[in-house]
């Protein structure tokens, strides 16, 4: 069987740091790719010369739209391979219309994400943050026969927004512990959300029953500023909100106040905008935890969406089907 010509369309910074060495040799062996460095400009006279015999593109960050004019250039693709998450920003409906078949890494790109998740929880529940603050600050012990009885994840609350793969990921990763797990997804049904693990409530009940709610619902124009102040003021005094999703699903002023007033503590590692202005009032809350968007795959886990890609890659090639397609019915609900 003669391997399929293939080719990289992604920045040439995401090419080096997804496809190192190990993981380019890897891919090579499964089709015919083409030379680096790799496509970021599909209008170029080289892009339009490895276009034209092209039938599957490895796409990653960086890779521009896969429009009619490129798909004019390309008329033997037939599977788009991306070794990132969502693929909204290139795949076109030029694309779907063709039939070209869509494969996604989202679900490798879930796991560090969850990961993270899970620490937050475990950190928040035991105020490790602030008390080491205090520890630093005082250098002595206090006394932990005093501790107040919401430090602690015995038996606490967590709230997930929305089943998506993150979320269900992390519901598998609090089962060993003890926790009540609640979730809120207008498409998963009661028996669905106990299969998983979780107790199926409303919005509201999610904010207002929970320890600490974890966002991971995608951003669509219906989740735009979803967690709204209503939904923050409501949480218990003390609670804390984790958002690994995109800053414009929680209302930031809204969030900035009821941090600010020490109601609640928050986990960020998104936010709207990305990045805060310098002199924006959450740097300096106590409370309020913000990371720079690392939750998603960094570092040694580049691995892991590389060997995701070529997998994919391989089993197209084999005419086997790919194991993550992204399916076009599907992207109402996407990220």
Same mark, same amino acid.
């Given at each position: 069987m003669t391997p399929p010509r293939a080719a990289l369309a992604m920045s040439p910074r995401a090419a080096a740091a997804v496809f190192a060495p190990r993981s380019l040799a890897a891919l090579a062996e499964v089709c015919d790719l083409a030379?680096?460095?790799?496509?970021?400009?599909?209008?170029?006279?080289?892009?339009?010369?490895?276009?034209?015999?092209? !039938?599957?593109?490895?796409?990653?960050?960086?890779?521009?739209?896969?429009?009619?004019g490129v798909l004019a250039a390309a008329p033997r693709l037939r599977a788009v391979v991306h070794a990132a998450g969502s693929v909204r920003g290139h795949v076109t409906d030029a694309c779907w219309e063709r039939g070209i078949a869509v494969s996604s890494a989202a679900a490798a790109n879930a796991l560090p994400v969850a990961e993270y998740t899970l620490a937050m929880i475990l950190l +928040?529940?035991? +105020?490790?943050? !602030?008390?080491? #603050?205090?520890?630093?600050?005082a250098r002595e012990r206090d006394d932990w026969l005093r501790t107040p009885h919401e430090v602690g994840n015995y038996r606490r609350t967590v709230g997930i927004l929305s089943a998506s793969l993150i979320g269900r990921r992390v519901i598998e990763l609090l089962r060993p512990f003890d926790f009540e797990v609640l979730l809120h997804d207008p498409y998963v049904g009661a028996a669905e959300a106990a299969a998983l693990g979780a107790e199926r409530v409303s919005l509201p009940g999610l904010f207002t029953r929970g320890d600490l709610v974890s966002v991971h619902t995608p951003l669509l124009p219906a989740t735009r500023g979803l967690v709204g102040r209503d939904l923050l003021a409501s949480m218990r005094p003390g609670a804390t909100l984790i958002n690994t999703s995109r800053g414009?699903?929680?209302?930031q002023d809204a969030l900035t106040d009821v941090v600010r007033a020490g109601r609640i503590r928050a986990v960020l590692d998104v936010t709207d905008p990305e990045v805060l202005p310098a002199g924006h009032p959450?740097?300096?809350?106590?409370?309020?935890?913000?990371?720079? +968007?690392?939750?998603?795959?960094? *570092?040694?886990?580049?691995?892991?969406?590389?060997?995701?890609?070529? *997998?994919?890659?391989?089993?197209?090639?084999?005419?086997?089907?790919?194991? +993550?397609?992204? #399916?076009?019915?599907?992207?109402?609900?996407?990220?």
């Open positions: 030379p680096p460095p790799a496509l970021d400009d599909l209008t170029t006279g080289r892009a339009k010369e490895v276009l034209a015999d092209v !039938e599957v593109l490895v796409t990653g960050w960086g890779c521009p739209p896969l429009d009619v +928040h529940g035991k +105020h490790v943050l !602030e008390r080491a #603050r205090d520890y630093r600050r414009a699903v929680v209302d959450l740097w300096d809350c106590p409370n309020a935890l913000i990371t720079p +968007h690392l939750a998603g795959s960094q *570092g040694s886990e580049w691995q892991r969406l590389a060997d995701t890609a070529v *997998g994919e890659v391989a089993r197209w090639a084999a005419g086997e089907g790919l194991a +993550h397609p992204v #399916r076009r019915e599907r992207l109402a609900y996407l990220a």
